[in-house]
């Protein structure tokens, strides 16, 4: 298929009229095995595990999306992650960012280095220090960007460079761009993985992640993996996030509008400590904004102060839903202490920012002057 414009590819990449039918949306393929014509010979799909057409559209879609040349559907963002992970033999040294979403902490400290590989949580957003951590068994670093849930950016382009003079696989966890907003296989990046379940989808109604690569070596073993571990992403799901990426243009384009209105109104709050958005000028890293992403996103944090306020604040807001996860239509809030970091313990939380009284937003695309007046009647009750 022709090379389209972001938002055509959106709408068509990995996807063709049924030839069956002529149906313009593909088909929901609900089934777990196929009729092969004779011995060794099939029309492409043997097994629902190793591959299913639905899932295989979805596949090229965000592979068109984010530039790569293949792309693979797992059950979940952290499915996702756990084969990533393991494309390395025990006795990896892995650096990760520090400031990563509590889910990537559980499976790296609770369950990866059980089995032999070593990760080393420090703040990727400082070149210097990457460098620095690099030991001689170090097989990866792994970013995420902007970071969850404090919004710290780090320059992929210098990430890059410095895996390929180390022969290093580069991993980017671009959830919280999605890849309207940032490629990071363009800027250099090996591996762009991605929880399907938030932007890329935007419904909040299914579960899924993404890997995205333009080496075909690590495409192969992420192909094996699939098939071998089993934590594939089932046809209707991959049907659900298909029809959710027809419309990421004009969602994210909603999202950061919106974001970028309440972030300003955020700072003018007296009961408001910190806000962290890239998009604000005094963001310490804004001028990364531009470097490497379209706009600033629509994930917001900010420190009411304290638990007892963050408390108050989130009992009382309405149109706002408090609620784990992130990238729907419909706004979300959370508490990352309690709720998306709550495995990291608790000196080290507060050391990367991550607060009793800190609260997370995920900007939706309702009329934002409604958001707004919740925010503002919950901060009343603070």
Known sequence: MKKYKFSTEAIHAGQIPDP??????????LTSTYVQQELGKNKGYEYGRVSNPTRTALEKNIAALENGKEG????????????????????????????????????????????????????????????KSRKENTKMVYVETPTNP?????????????????KIISVVDNTFASPYLQRPLDLGIDISLHSATKYLNGHSDMLGGMVVTNNITYSEKLRFLQKSLGGIMGAFDAWLCLRGTKTLTVRMKQHCQNA???????????????????GLKKHPQHEMVKKQMSHAGAMISFDLGSLINAKKFLKNVELCSLAESLGGVETLISHPATMTHASIPKDERIKIGV?????????GIEDVEDIIADLQFALKKV
Do not use: C
Not at 21 to 26: N, P
Not at 80 to 94: E, M, Y
Not at 263 to 273: C, G, N, P, S, V
């Open 355 to 363: 607060t009793d009284g800190l609260v997370r937003l995920s900007v």
């Open 72 to 131: 693979m559907a797992f059950a979940s963002g952290m499915a996702a992650i756990d084969a990533v992970f393991h494309l390395l033999p025990a006795g990896s040294h892995i650096i990760i960012s520090n400031n990563t979403y509590g889910g990537t902490y559980r499976i790296a400290k609770m369950i990866l280095e059980n089995y032999g590989l070593q990760f080393d949580f420090i703040d990727t957003s400082n070149i210097a220090l990457v460098i």
């Open 150 to 166: 404090t919004m710290q950016l780090t320059d992929l382009k210098a990430i890059a460079d410095f895996a390929k003079r180390h």
């Open 260 to 278: 970028e209105i309440i972030a300003e109104w955020l700072t003018k709050q007296k009961k408001i400590k910190k806000v962290n958005y890239p």
């Open 20 to 29: 069956t039918t002529g149906a313009i949306m593909t088909p929901v393929y």
